[in-house]
């Protein structure tokens, strides 16, 4: 029996590219917006070895029930096949994907 459906889910956030993964991922009930549920977070284990990115994400979500992303600000959306590393980058990283044009920040 194949295991419940994990999403890989990677968008912007002031200036910086975030990569998540979720369990549920569909069409927000508030116009415009994505919703991803239910954020799966690596097992914390008793180790001396911590991944501060998966650590930093984890203190930003942990309280999180779901996200309401702009679909302008959603870069990509894979469903997966297993959990792969969470991580925080900056955005002019050298990344290859271009996101939709957003409007122009007001001072």
């Known amino acids: 029996m194949r295991g419940k ?3 890989k889910i ?9 990569e998540l993964y ?13 919703t991803v549920a239910d ?5 914390q284990k008793e180790s001396l070895i ?3 990115a998966e650590d930093r994400l984890r ?13 302008q600000a959603i870069l990509r ?3 997966v096949a297993q959990r792969g590393s969470a991580q925080i980058r ?9 996101p939709f044009p957003m409007p122009p920040k007001v001072r």
């Open 50 to 52: 911590i991944d501060p």
């Open 10 to 18: 990677t968008f912007l956030s002031g200036g910086k590219s975030y």
């Open 59 to 71: 203190e930003e979500f942990q309280h999180t029930k779901a996200l309401h992303l702009p679909i």
């Open 77 to 79: 959306i894979e469903e």
């Open 22 to 34: 979720a369990r549920n991922v569909y069409s927000s009930e508030l116009w415009g917006f994505t």
């Open 90 to 98: 900056d955005a002019e990283s050298g990344e290859k994907v271009t």
């Open 39 to 43: 954020i799966v977070f690596e097992e």
């Open 5 to 7: 459906k994990l999403y």
